[in-house]
T-cell receptor, first 115, second 114 residues
Framework: GAVVSQHPSWVICKSGTSVKIECRSL??????MFWYRQFPKQSLMLMATSNEGSKATYEQGVEKDKFLINHASLTLSTLTVTSAHPEDSSFYIC???????????FGSGTRLTVV | AQSVAQPEDQVNVAEGNPLTVKCTYSVSGNPYLFWYVQYPNRGLQFLLK??????LVKGSYGFEAEFNKSQTSFHLKKPSALVSDSALYFC????????????FGTGTRLQVTL
């Protein structure tokens, strides 16, 4: 079946540094990937839609200069949190449109802690 | 705009009893409806989806959901709950003709006890 690999599973970084999170579709090509943020005990908030070879579409209120998304190939999208601050600490989840297998397949998530 | 409501923050059920997790939706056009389960510090796992066809959809781990167009509902059900079913459940909707974005409900925590 469709599998999406997300790395790292967890990361701790110092305030002011940047962190990159990778999302890979392992057995299918994903022209469209999505990045979500989840706060404790809350639902998933869509941050942006990533399309291969083009600029990401950000949801209202999401800072595109802070959350850089790159979708350079059909199997890889990356989210870079630039100049991270403690308020960026959260659980980030990616998903990919899997060509109809389930519709959408999700990565296992990344727990980011900024200290 | 599309939206999903999960009216219950938590559902408690004894093992062996049937369970229902409620979901209602609002969307333009025909809906694509999904249920996902999330375990702590994990991503979402697909349970089932409704695209078209039979209103009763059977999914993974013995779960099923019934699409009710008149009530705009898509409740998740299981005839006999297991302790291992305890997790966070999300309902999601996508309308036809949209930019493929899923909109999620706020989630319902299912607690199954012995």
């Amino acid at each position: 079946g469709a599998v999406v690999s997300q790395h790292p599973s967890w990361v701790i970084c110092k305030s002011g540094t940047s962190v990159k999170i990778e999302c890979r579709s392992l057995d299918f090509q994903a022209t469209t990937m999505f990045w979500y943020r989840q706060f404790p005990k809350q639902s998933l908030m869509l941050m942006a839609t990533s399309n291969e070879g083009s600029k990401a579409t950000y949801e209202q209120g999401v800072e595109k200069d802070k959350f850089l998304i790159n979708h350079a190939s059909l199997t890889l999208s990356t989210l870079t949190v630039t100049s991270a601050h403690p308020e960026d600490s959260s659980f980030y989840i990616c998903s990919a449109k899997d060509g109809g297998f389930h519709g959408y397949t999700f990565g296992s998530g990344t727990r980011l802690t900024v200290v | 705009a599309q939206s999903v409501a999960q009216p219950e923050d938590q559902v408690n059920v004894a093992e062996g009893n049937p369970l229902t997790v409620k979901c209602t939706y609002s969307v333009s056009g025909n809906p694509y409806l999904f249920w996902y389960v999330q375990y702590p510090n994990r991503g979402l796992q697909f349970l089932l989806k409704y695209i078209t066809g039979d209103n009763l959809v059977k999914g993974s781990y013995g779960f099923e959901a019934e699409f009710n167009k008149s009530q705009t509902s898509f409740h998740l059900k299981k005839p006999s709950a297991l302790v291992s079913d305890s997790a966070l459940y999300f309902c999601a909707v996508r309308g036809t003709g949209t930019a493929s974005k899923l909109t999620f409900g706020t989630g319902t925590r299912l607690q199954v006890t012995l």
